[in-house]
């Protein structure tokens, strides 16, 4: 057992144990050139220990793509469309591959508004429309900011009407939410309320063979399962005008589901692209088909999983020491570097400065409070070399 036996209390011993060797300060020069460095160290070490510590946690994004074995999930179909027509001469219904009964999907909730947006609402919407568009032709730049940062879905809201206008609604708006079987299937907006039979479903739009059917619509909102980062859903913000009565719009969506796990989400969605095709119905002319519009989606037999690898820790700190090393490395050769220049410079320039600096220097006193006073002058025989 040891023993300490002195006056000094036991804090101080402790602080006169250290281990790392200590440059005595009468050999410490301390120049303006050396101070610079020294700030320049600083700032530029902090510098780099924040580009490291945010690249660590910035991570890099793996998308891998598996079968998806999942098949007892729900799909569910997120809509908001708005069609030129009055909600009385439309049925919106869905029927997928299992033939279930439509009851089953849920209700999409009907509004008759006007197709005509004011000037608010124009506004709104063009530029939802002109950023979607945008993300959609610029992904292959923006995709590590999208689903790093995230965007959500970018939806046009629409402000409510300050001024209505004095005429009758002309238009429908369909918006709800269903939740459907994961299987393909086909929703579609025809004219003609449903009638629902034990094996599907049949239009009554024979009531309006002879009432013009303009299908123009705009898509607000058309997305599956919840929203997320990084997820553009290419339809939300799209408008189509009918050119002709009785136009058939077509949209071939295949859906692909999506598990996200970063640090800060952990979710299972869906994402789609899509395919459109439109022409007008005229037996006469030998295009045959029903008017409407149809959205018939398919699902992908492989699913994507989106992650976040980060690095190993201990090789994040390995890399950080290394950096904070190498720039007191560095710095340190380039202060010598400029002293030894400076010193070379002096003795060409101005021999006789630099001889006071040098005398001056090894004159200070040495830490001895006795030596109040010294000679300062400088020898002749010194200014003589």
């Known amino acids: 057992m040891l023993r300490y036996r002195g006056k000094k209390k036991v804090l101080e011993k402790v602080k006169e144990l250290d281990a790392f060797p200590k440059v005595p300060d009468e050999y410490v020069d301390s120049t303006m050139v050396g101070g610079t460095f020294s700030v320049i160290t ?123 206008p004095k005429r009758k609604k002309d238009a429908c708006r369909l918006h709800g939410t269903l939740t459907l079987n994961k299987v393909s299937g086909n929703f579609h907006i025809t004219a003609g309320k449903s009638l629902h039979l034990p094996r599907g479903h049949i239009h009554l739009n024979m009531l309006f063979d002879d009432t013009p059917q303009n299908f123009s619509h705009r898509i607000h909102r058309l997305s599956f399962g919840s929203p997320a980062n990084g997820i553009i859903y290419p339809l939300e913000g799209d408008e189509k005008i009918a050119t002709e009565e009785d136009m058939l719009f077509q949209y071939f969506v295949e859906v692909v589901p999506t598990d996200i796990q970063t640090a800060f989400e952990s979710t299972k969605t869906f994402q789609y692209s899509i395919k459109e095709l439109e022409r007008p119905i005229s037996h006469a002319r030998g295009s045959h088909g029903i008017p409407g519009i149809f959205f018939k989606y398919d699902m992908a037999a492989l699913k994507v999983r989106v992650y976040q690898e980060r690095e190993n820790l201990l090789t994040f700190l390995l890399r950080l020491f290394a950096v904070i090393g190498g720039i007191f490395i560095i710095i340190g050769f380039i202060n010598s570097l400029v002293l030894t220049l400076r010193t070379m410079f002096l003795k060409k320039a101005a021999p006789i400065a630099l001889a006071q600096k040098n005398f001056y220097e090894k004159s200070k006193p040495q830490r001895n409070p006795l030596l109040i006073t010294q000679d300062l002058s400088v020898p002749v025989e010194l200014l003589k070399q």
């Not at 530029?44 to 994004?61: A, C, G, T």
């Not at 591959?97 to 089953?104: A, K, N, W």
């Open 42 to 164: 600083f700032f530029i070490s902090i510098w780099l220990i924040n580009s490291e510590v945010s690249y660590y946690l910035d991570s890099n994004l793996v998308f891998k793509f598996m079968p998806d074995t999942d098949m007892d999930e729900k799909l569910r179909i997120n809509i908001d469309v708005t069609i030129a027509m009055p909600c009385s001469n439309l049925g919106a219904d869905i029927l997928d591959s299992t033939s279930q009964s439509v009851f089953g999907f849920g209700e999409l909730q009907e509004e008759d508004t006007w197709f005509e947006l004011s000037e608010e609402q124009q506004a709104a919407f063009d530029a939802v429309k002109y950023l979607n568009a945008y993300l959609r032709e610029e992904y292959h730049s923006v995709w590590q900011l999208l689903w790093k940062r995230g965007h959500g879905s970018v939806r046009a809201t629409i402000p409510e009407r300050k001024i209505k």
